[in-house]
């Protein structure tokens, strides 16, 4: 017909490779053949021996033994029952493949969800590690971050990483700023310092509340990580230290910029201190006689009306979904003393 495949093929709707032969179907097994029962192995165990195995296994001496320890512990004392692929066969034919010992149960952890509506009512701390010119040396920089405004309410440098150090910083900060029992949450994740016994017993005697994040869940402390990086990827981060003195000199300047001269983007460009230390109403008054005069002389450049002075976001949240009030989680909410300026803890006795 002189028609060529393709053609056919588009006319009937039909795929270009059905017009070739399947070659595959030369080395497919015929169907009698696919359904065909298995043979049995001449070498496997007769019904006889493999429950003979599976007693050994199920002895009261084996019961928590792996069925290499049971093999060995059999040819030690001179019977060959079976191999070990083949005790693991028939345990998984009896199905009883799981672990023979006890395991740690799988732990659940509750998703921490916490509400900031005023400054010190939630506190969130961790610790990150301060490279050295020493390869492999690090100094461990402890801080305290005031959730609803980004105030970091106290800091510390040391070369170890402990619950007392902590103690001693927490102890510090909690004296400086007056902290009332019953009006304060710590949100801090799950390392060795902040599980501690000791550190959990003081934040206890203070009547401190607190909150942890789940395992391997960077997301739920992620403001303390967020700071973090802004602190390493400041454009004067040295990358690595001299020594303890110069690590302090460095983040003493940071913090003080930190707290005092960098507009946050997450509190509306305000800085950490204004917030903190309730000076936003003031500033607002400013920022906005600025964008009103502005307004009057070029109200061409406002398309969608008269501008407002942006404010910082009424409430700061943990996991937002769900999130309780900070002071709902309190027995006896109440406002916590500012203090204007962070506290530096310096413990020269300790780490050295």
Not at 170 to 175: I, N
Not at 220 to 235: G, I, P, R, V
Request: net charge positive.
């Amino acid at each position: 017909m002189g028609l060529s495949k393709q053609r056919i093929c588009v006319a009937l709707g039909q795929p270009r490779h059905r017009c070739y032969e399947d070659t595959r179907s030369r080395t497919r097994r015929p169907a009698a053949a696919a359904e065909a029962p298995l043979t049995i192995q001449p070498r496997q165990l007769d019904p006889a021996q493999q429950q003979e195995a599976l007693d050994a296994l199920h002895a009261p001496e084996f019961c928590d033994a792996s069925p290499r320890q049971v093999y060995a512990h059999l040819l030690s004392a001179g019977r060959v029952l079976a191999s070990v692929s083949t005790f693991y066969r028939l345990l998984r034919a009896a199905g009883e493949a799981s672990p023979r010992r006890l395991q740690r149960p799988p732990q659940r952890h509750a998703k921490p969800q916490l509400q900031a509506t005023a400054p010190n009512q939630v506190w969130t701390w961790d610790i990150t590690k301060l490279p050295t010119q020493v390869r492999g040396v690090y100094l461990n920089l402890y801080v305290i971050l005031d959730l609803y405004s980004r105030f970091v309410v106290g800091w510390m440098i040391s070369r170890k990483e402990n619950a007392g150090l902590a103690k001693h910083l927490f102890r510090r900060v909690l004296t400086a700023h007056a902290v009332q029992k019953d009006t304060l949450i710590v949100h801090q994740d799950r390392g060795a310092p902040m599980t501690a016994h000791s550190f959990v017993e003081l934040l206890g005697m203070l009547g401190v509340e607190r909150s942890y994040s789940r395992p391997r869940t960077s997301n739920d402390n992620a403001f303390s990580e967020s700071q973090f990086k802004t602190l390493k990827y400041s454009a004067s981060y040295p990358g690595r230290f001299d020594d303890i003195d110069h690590a302090r000199a460095w983040t003493r300047e940071f913090v003080t910029h930190y707290n005092y001269h960098r507009p946050h983007e997450g509190i509306a460009l305000f800085t950490p201190a204004n917030v903190f230390l309730q000076q936003v109403d003031a500033i607002v008054e400013v920022r906005q006689a600025a964008l009103d005069t502005h307004h009057s002389q070029h109200p061409e450049r406002y398309v969608k009306g008269p501008p407002k002075a942006t404010r910082p976001p009424a409430v700061v949240w943990i996991n937002p979904d769900l999130a309780i009030p900070a002071a709902e989680l309190l027995s006896t909410p109440g406002a916590l003393k500012a203090r204007s300026t962070p506290v530096e803890l310096d413990l020269p006795e300790v780490v050295s």
